[in-house]
């Protein structure tokens, strides 16, 4: 009986060191040529999984106001991808309510959204803000611990219409918002809470002017690693179509490349939401559509740590939104 043992043990040692010994094997990448469209006039979002493909694509005019949805912080974005303007009233605070006009409008600078940064909470309700507690809109108070407004803001609607817009406040212990809007005459005055209690899974709330309702336009954070939208470029600055990147998302632009280079590890990569951008594509005027910028490269790290490469390939422009790129995954 012993020796049958020890001989069992030799056995499973031999088979324990020869798998220790086996060769790792390498998976192929695997190459695929990606057909997505934003649609004619680049009317849609589309929220894309380098894993699964197309998550989502909803109407890009559908929002107009949208709440950071994690309670320690006051971040709020407007939509300025659809023209969707704000500015802050010059002449006076949230005391001066009933007098808001929009007298020397024209000479007022508009607010947008900062996309070339590592973080989604720099929403143009934001600017101006100085540090803790001043957060832009509102300041914090040390006694409830809400964010409380102190602002006036107009927001020019892609209708063309104006409103005038209070941050009434941040709650953070109960993870909503307090909004009061109305015409800029006074009519059609409007107080809302807006809870993002239940949507903590995604980056943003979404809020409507239109209809006065909640609108919930983005898919959940891990279900997403790249938005195809129009957004607002400070650089430039005017209005894009472009890529930008989610949260935790790491990117790598490699330029004047072999597009057949597979070396992501070497890249360097960022978290700045913009690293692919827009400038991946130039508007031709001799031929009246776009070039796509040759030997450029993006190597893109999921939420997860998964690598990929993207080589952008085809941008048809407004007419039919239609985009194509090579997609590998490692």
Known sequence: MKNILLAALAVTLFIACDK????????DPIIETVNISVGAGYANDIYYSLANGVVSTPVRTEWDIAFYTNPMTSTIMTNDG????LYVWPNGNRENWASVDTVGIAGWAPLYNTYSDTSWQNGAFDKGASGHPDYGWGVYSSTSHD?????????????????????????????????????INGDNEVSKEISCATYTDRNFIYFSFSTGQVVEHEPATADWDLVFTKYWDESIPYIVTGVLSNVDVQVAEVAETDTANNDFSEATYSKVLNTIGSDWKTFN??????DITPSLVYFVKDQEGNNYKLVLTKFEGSQTGNIEFVKTTY
């Open 20 to 27: 220790d010994n086996d060769p790792i094997v390498e998976k």
């Open 82 to 85: 659809s023209g969707v303007l």
């Open 147 to 183: 964010v409380v407004g102190d602002s006036i803001h107009i927001i020019k609607l892609t209708d063309g219409s104006y409103k005038k817009l209070m941050i009434v406040k941040r709650a953070a212990t109960t993870n909503t918002f307090e909004i009061k809007y109305a015409d």
């Open 285 to 290: 005027m001799e031929t009246f559509a776009y």
